[in-house]
């Protein structure tokens, strides 16, 4: 499963995700199925950097995310 890590308050303005989203976050970044961004961009463009990530990386920045 691939995942994206980006700019929580950019996935919100662009209104991909909603601000009280249940996906992990820190505050700053959040985490998310690459599938829901391929979805959203089918109507939009993409115009902000994210960083694709594999299953286990998403897990760990989870887990890292929960201690601070």
Avoid: C
Wanted: net charge neutral; aromatic share 12%.
């Amino acid at each position: 499963m691939t995942y994206v890590e980006v700019d929580k308050e950019i996935a919100v303005r662009n209104e991909i995700i909603k601000e009280n989203s249940f996906f992990p976050t820190n505050g700053k970044k959040v985490i998310f199925k690459k599938d829901i961004l391929t979805a959203w961009s089918d109507k939009n463009k993409i115009d902000f950097e994210y960083r694709e990530i594999n299953t286990q990386e998403a897990l760990k920045l989870r887990e890292q995310w929960q201690q601070i």
